[in-house]
């Protein structure tokens, strides 16, 4: 396996965030074309043939995204997130802060085909880092007249302006959440009103995009939709950056393309393997179930393969691809504890069945690894996992951040269940307090 | 100070050019309450009543409406000086837990708090000082880490 890098083409180049090393590089020239050789209409088309999907979890096709915005009356403004609102994530984070132009290319692009006027970078403001090159990197734009002025023979001028969101945010609803978070700044889901009606800032509708999804879209525009399909799967054309982190000798953010080998094969090859070669447990923050290393194996690096009725090879949602990694110094049950807490944690508040299910399940996996099987009810914990993972589709929950929490915990919690009892008197493991430092042996594209 | 006199000062410190392009982002004002809260954070500003107040009338919104979105964010709200440890998965399994301790023993515990993933994960385990991140930390950086801060002027 090998990396293919498309929307990290250029990251390790020497000053990579600046205007001119971007210009020198082919960058503007995808705007460029949009604004000046063709019409919003052709940007679609373009888009459509390059069969380019959302990479923020839900993998929906762009251009189809954009058209159904057009028949219900088109948006006033385009809302990019820039949050990785899944924890474990660090691929927006990198753009942001070592590609800024290409993702403000990228939502160029997509606002002059969708004819909005208005572009909010939703920014987490703890990022400060990120804040500032993407802010000095819009002065650069600016000043260079690709924002905020009428562009190319289209005459289309485009405001960019930079919002700080607090962080991080549950790990779905960002299409309606990120809205409500500019109106009011609370960062609160809000219920779908059941229909196709696209959400609205200060009532004007608004279309959602994720960072690198529209990051993307320079290198479509510029080498054509024919150079991108060229790569991936019919219906999952392209590349993925996927964001590896944990008990692994190389961690780092790997952009392959979709559908060209293994979970296992990227974490032996590219990312050097784990640390101790011991067996190993994988942690989806996406939403899919934990694994262990023999599953992983053989899980393809393909959303249309997890996204096939009854799982394909297996149930769960991709999300944006990415893995934790844990060797097995960890017991399965410490990291369904720890990661139950986390999700706890970014859950909103609004919602009785995310807010005191996982409160329950946190104090029930607590007397689990303090006292074996014996001390709990394991039918009532398995109970309140499977209400828990059906908040949303039964209409209990607004979001689908409880349904991602009872994944990735039943997926831990079904790797080793006849060694419950062992994995609870294990005592101390590398994530508790007590633990060592540990130290990779190198870090791919390094934060 | 007189609460003309702060609402002057706070002006000052954002200025009148960010200031106007801030609100005439938002097709309401209250679009701007956290930009302003974040700048005026950035600059240095401790995020007290007073600065409630000045974005309230600002913004033409309560303090209310002020209080509430940044409850949202707790960050905002804590000492800019204080030291802050990810404890997010991939941090807590690189030893997070032994860097938070340290820390704490080393700085006193009222100067360190933690976070949830800070999205910088690679490099775990990860700790932030006023913007700033220091990654992949290890026994020898750590200490030196340590050591920096125990002087807090020169800390970043
Ligand atoms: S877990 Fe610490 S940066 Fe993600």
């Known amino acids: ?447 | 100070m007189t609460q003309l006199a702060i609402a002057e000062r706070l002006r000052a410190t954002v200025g009148e050019a960010r200031l106007q392009s801030l609100l005439q982002a938002y097709a309401e004002s209250r679009g701007a309450i956290l930009p302003l809260a974040v700048l005026l954070r950035d600059e240095g500003v401790g995020i007290d009543d007073d600065v409630v107040t000045w974005i309230a009338q600002t913004c033409i919104t309560s303090t209310a409406m002020v209080t509430s979105a940044l409850s949202a964010f707790p960050e905002l709200m804590n000492d800019p000086d204080s030291i802050t440890v990810c404890d997010g998965l991939s941090c807590r399994l690189m030893g997070a837990g032994y860097v938070q301790r340290l820390l704490r023993d080393r700085l006193g515990s009222d100067r360190v708090c933690t976070s949830p993933c800070q999205n910088a994960c690679s490099s775990a385990p990860i700790v932030q000082v006023r913007g700033t991140l220091y990654g992949g930390l290890q026994e020898a950086s750590l200490q030196a880490l340590a050591q920096r801060l125990e002087q807090p002027e020169r800390a970043s």
């Open chain 1, 1 to 447: 396996m090998q990396e293919r890098r498309w929307l990290l083409e250029g990251v390790e180049r020497p000053d990579a965030d600046a205007l001119d090393v971007y210009r020198r590089n082919g960058g503007y020239d995808g705007a460029w074309r949009a604004f000046d050789e063709i019409d919003p209409a052709a940007v679609i088309d373009e888009v459509e043939a390059a069969g380019l999907r959302g990479h923020g979890g839900a993998w929906r096709p762009v251009a189809a995204r954009w058209r159904a915005a057009g028949a219900l009356g088109g948006v006033r403004a385009l809302l990019v997130d820039v949050s990785e609102s899944e924890s474990g994530r660090f691929r927006d984070r990198k753009l942001a802060e070592r590609l800024p132009h290409r993702l403000i290319e990228g939502a160029l692009i997509a606002a002059h085909a969708l004819t909005a006027d208005d572009v909010y970078l939703c920014v987490r403001a703890d990022w400060r880092r990120a804040r500032s090159v993407l802010g000095h990197a819009m002065d650069e734009a600016r000043a260079a007249g690709w924002i905020d002025r009428a562009l190319g023979r289209s005459g289309h001028a485009v405001r960019l302006h930079l919002h700080p969101v607090p962080g991080p945010l549950p790990a779905r609803g960002t299409d309606q959440l990120l809205p409500h978070l500019i109106e009011c700044s609370r960062p609160e889901p809000r219920a779908s009103n059941g229909t196709n009606d696209l959400p609205t800032l200060f009532g004007a509708p608004v279309l959602v995009h994720t960072a690198a999804t529209l990051a993307f879209l320079p290198a479509i525009l510029a080498r054509g939709s024919g150079a991108f399909r060229e790569l991936g799967s019919a219906d999952f054309p392209g590349t993925v950056a996927i964001s590896v982190s944990g008990h692994i000798r190389r961690p780092g953010l790997f952009e392959v393309e979709i559908g060209s080998g293994s979970f296992g094969e990227l974490i032996d090859t590219l990312a050097g393997g784990v640390v101790d070669e011991t067996d190993l447990l994988a942690v989806f923050p996406g939403g899919a179930p934990a694994l262990d290393g023999d599953a992983l194996k053989s899980l393809q690096i393909d959303p249309g393969v997890w996204s096939q009725p009854g799982g394909g090879e297996h149930e769960g949602s991709f999300g944006c691809g990415t893995i934790v990694v844990a060797d097995d110094a960890v017991t399965p049950l410490d990291l369904a504890a720890r990661w139950l807490d986390h999700a706890a944690q970014l859950g909103c508040g609004q919602c009785p069945v995310c807010r005191e299910g996982s409160v329950w399940l946190i104090q029930h996996l607590q007397r689990l690894r303090e006292g074996g099987v014996t001390a709990i009810d394991p039918s009532a914990l398995q109970e309140r996992l499977e209400i828990l993972a059906h908040g949303e589709g039964e209409g209990l929950a607004i979001c689908g951040h409880p349904t991602v929490a009872a994944h990735v915990t039943q997926g831990l919690l079904q790797i080793a269940p006849e060694h419950v009892d062992s994995q609870a008197s294990a005592g101390a493991t590398p994530i508790d307090d007590d633990a060592p430092l540990r130290t990779a042996d190198s870090i791919h594209l390094r934060f």
